[in-house]
């Protein structure tokens, strides 16, 4: 059973501050999904990565890909009290569906304004 | 561009009523369809999948079943709902392709509480 493990469970932080969230595996992944849940809502996906080391940028966020596909990790520059919300990781095997995917119990954020 | 709907949005059912969630997906064919269960704290479950009409995988013994009548229609059902059937549910779709199927889309959610 793979099992991706989030850190930390809970962050309270300034508008304007710096953070990272991080998400970690013992397993190998094939891909590594980031979403962003907003209460009574569903998950919005906020990036896809696919390729170890892979680094991607979403305005000030920053998604890192591990070298061993194992680990991400998310960083937001300058929070803003709009990036509140749940962030879940969750790593696919690439198997068409056939597992799903593999969910972290997420990180709760907020940012005060 | 492909939207994904789920009804309804809130749910009060009583202990041992049937249960019958709907999702459709809208502007692709052929998607590879999921019913995840978030309960708090313990992030979410894949309840079921399936890659085409008629064919349903489950991935946790329970209380519930899923069918797909149709190419983009996706119902989880119970015949007799129990308390711990109580969570939010969420539909997703994916592309069909093995490579793109890791990149799931959610739908809204349906709030179930079983009293």
């Known amino acids: 059973t793979q099992l991706l493990e989030q850190s930390p469970q809970f962050l309270s932080i300034q508008e304007g501050e710096n953070l990272t969230v991080y998400c970690n595996s013992s397993?190998?992944?094939?891909?590594l999904q980031w979403y962003r849940q907003e209460p009574g809502e569903g998950p919005v996906l906020l990036v896809t990565v696919v390729t170890g080391g892979e680094v991607k940028k979403l305005k000030r966020l920053t998604f890192q890909f591990g070298d061993a596909r194992k680990d991400s990790s998310l960083h937001i520059t300058a929070a803003q009290p709009g990036d509140t919300g749940l962030y879940l990781c969750?790593?696919?095997?690439?198997?068409?569906?056939?597992?799903?995917?593999?969910f972290g119990k997420g990180t709760h954020l907020i940012i005060q304004p | 561009s492909q939207t994904i709907h789920q009804w309804p949005a809130t749910l009060v059912q009583p202990v041992g009523s049937p249960l019958s969630l709907e999702c459709t997906v809208e502007?692709?064919?052929?998607?590879?369809l999921y019913w995840y269960r978030q309960a708090a704290g313990r992030g979410l479950q894949l309840l079921f999948y399936s890659v085409g009409i008629g064919q349903i995988s489950s991935e946790v013994p329970q209380n519930l079943s899923a069918s797909r009548p149709q190419d983009r229609q996706f119902i989880l059902s119970s015949k007799k709902l129990l308390l711990s059937d109580s969570g939010f549910y969420l539909c997703?779709?994916?592309?069909?392709?093995?490579?793109?199927?890791?990149?799931?889309?959610f739908g809204p959610g349906t709030r179930l509480t079983v009293l």
């Open positions: 397993s190998v992944f094939s891909s």
């Open positions: 997703a779709w994916s592309k069909g392709l093995t490579y793109q199927a890791d990149t799931q889309y």
């Open positions: 969750a790593g696919g095997l690439g198997r068409g569906g056939a597992d799903g995917l593999t």
């Open positions: 502007g692709t064919s052929n998607p590879n």
